[in-house]
T-cell receptor
């Protein structure tokens, strides 16, 4: 594809439910990042995948958050037992290895937890 | 995480004027700095980067200045246009390839 795509674009869920957010990176980009952006806030780093190396999970806020990347391409961010404070825009980005300064972002998934 | 902050949360400029967006960082070991632009409803878009061994770097209508002494970064936009209206984020990292730490952002509004 031409860019990073994310789905769904919007997700409304009830407190306590699990949600899965999907990211399709740019073909050939082996680095993939997840960020969270709350209203009027900056980007909060969540997790980073680099090739076949173990992911950097240092930004995940709690054990309710997890992510995986299958086949070095598509990534899924899972939030279990969602809470209202999880409401935010979740952004995915990809880059070439060693070029993390030039990340290409997707449009984001807006998650609303009622 | 790293501490990256911005001096002004909002900035309004007249079309055609130059804009200066400032950013402070706290980690003196940071080696890489970048600026991103985020338009409403879209993901951030890379603008320009600078390494710590440089003081200045120019792009198309944009210039980034780095002052390592006071740990300050600025983005200058020449002849600001309405299409420049967006939120601008600075970010820093101790290396080139891994995660960057983003600031809160400055909202730039260009007045026609």
């Amino acid at each position: 594809g031409a860019g990073v795509s994310q789905s769904p674009s919007n997700k409304v869920t009830e407190k306590g439910k699990d949600v899965e957010l999907r990211c399709d990176p740019i073909s050939g980009h082996t680095a993939l990042y997840w960020y969270r952006q709350s209203l009027g806030q900056g980007l909060e780093f969540l997790i980073y995948f680099q090739g076949n190396s173990a992911p950097d999970k240092s930004g995940l806020p709690s054990d309710r958050f997890s992510a995986e990347r299958t086949g070095g391409s598509v990534s899924t961010l899972t939030i279990q037992r969602t809470q209202q404070e999880d409401s935010a825009v979740y952004l995915c980005a990809s880059s070439l290895i060693g070029r993390g300064y030039e990340q290409f972002f997707g449009p984001g998934t807006r998650l609303t937890v009622l | 995480g790293e501490s990256v902050g911005l001096h002004l949360p909002t900035l309004s400029v007249q079309e055609g004027d130059n804009s200066i967006i400032n950013c402070a960082y706290s980690n003196s070991a940071s080696d890489y700095f970048i600026w991103y632009k985020q338009e409403s409803g879209k993901g951030p878009q890379f603008i320009i980067d600078i390494r710590s061994n440089m003081d200045k770097r120019q792009g198309q209508r944009v210039t980034v200045l780095l002052n390592k002494t006071v740990k300050h970064l600025s983005l200058q936009i020449a002849a600001t246009q309405p299409g420049d209206s967006a939120v601008y984020f600075c970010a820093e990292s101790p290396n080139t390839g891994n995660q960057f730490y983003f600031g809160t952002g400055t909202s730039l509004t260009v007045i026609p």
